[in-house]
T-cell receptor, first 111, second 116 residues
Framework: SQQGEEDPQALSIQEGENATMNCSYKTSINNLQWYRQNSGRGLVHLILIRSNEREKHSGRLRVTLDTSKKSSSLLITASRAADTASYFCATASDSWGKLQFGAGTQVVVTP | EAGVAQSPRYKIIEKRQSVAFWCNPISGHATLYWYQQILGQGPKLLIQFQNNGVVDDSQLPKDRFSAERLKGVDSTLKIQPAKLEDSAVYLC??????????????FGEGSWLTVV
């Protein structure tokens, strides 16, 4: 079974706009990670946030984590056409790194 | 730094045939994962190795899937006999292991399997 559930399933925006997607999970976690997957390619790690952290930034990416609500959000600011991809959240319940992925949010950024 | 290498990239087989996928992780990475990703879904962990020992294979359909990691480096995933529902991308991934911290997992490009 998949732990994380992303919302929305699909998102279409124009270049320059911000894109926000959410992830909800069910059980306690050690950390939560976001990945990007371009069509036909493998997954690329974007950012990891630990359970004792509330917010992290990496370039145009901002991730928040609310463990009381068991939810996380990924914000991509000033989106570009190259940001078109599927974005997955994945949770690790322990320190062994086993990840459970959600079904992903498909983001399309039009020029 | 070389990434996770997988082969073959694409494979088409008939149902009931067998197939094997090969993975070479990033040098020095102790943990190796095989994930199955069905079209439109997120990846699902099939098996996780720590060096050459199995940490988790709870979601591996053991009646038809097998995996090994000889000498704690390369790994092979085998499906025999294949079913139509095995059509998916098989992703290999690796990471340094340093419990209790979380580690970045690096994915290969995947092996695309179509069972007809």
């Amino acid at each position: 079974s998949q732990q994380g559930e992303e919302d929305p399933q699909a998102l279409s925006i124009q270049e320059g706009e911000n894109a926000t997607m959410n992830c909800s999970y069910k059980t306690s976690i050690n950390n939560l990670q976001w990945y990007r997957q371009n069509s036909g390619r493998g997954l690329v790690h974007l950012i990891l946030i630990r359970s004792n952290e509330r917010e992290k930034h990496s370039g145009r990416l901002r991730v928040t984590l609310d463990t009381s609500k068991k939810s996380s959000s990924l914000l991509i600011t000033a989106s570009r056409a190259a940001d078109t991809a599927s974005y997955f959240c994945a949770t690790a319940s322990d320190s062994w790194g086993k990840l459970q992925f959600g079904a992903g949010t498909q983001v399309v950024v039009t020029p | 730094e070389a990434g996770v290498a997988q082969s073959p990239r694409y494979k088409i087989i008939e149902k009931r045939q067998s197939v094997a996928f090969w993975c070479n992780p990033i040098s020095g990475h102790a943990t190796l994962y095989w994930y199955q990703q069905i079209l439109g879904q997120g990846p699902k962990l099939l098996i996780q190795f720590q060096n050459n020992g199995v940490v988790d294979d709870s979601q591996l359909p053991k009646d038809r899937f097998s995996a090994e990691r000889l000498k704690g480096v390369d790994s092979t995933l085998k499906i025999q006999p294949a079913k139509l529902e095995d059509s998916a991308v098989y992703l290999c991934a690796s990471s340094l292991t340093d419990p209790p911290s979380g580690n970045t997992i690096y994915f290969g490009e995947g092996s695309w399997l179509t069972v007809v």
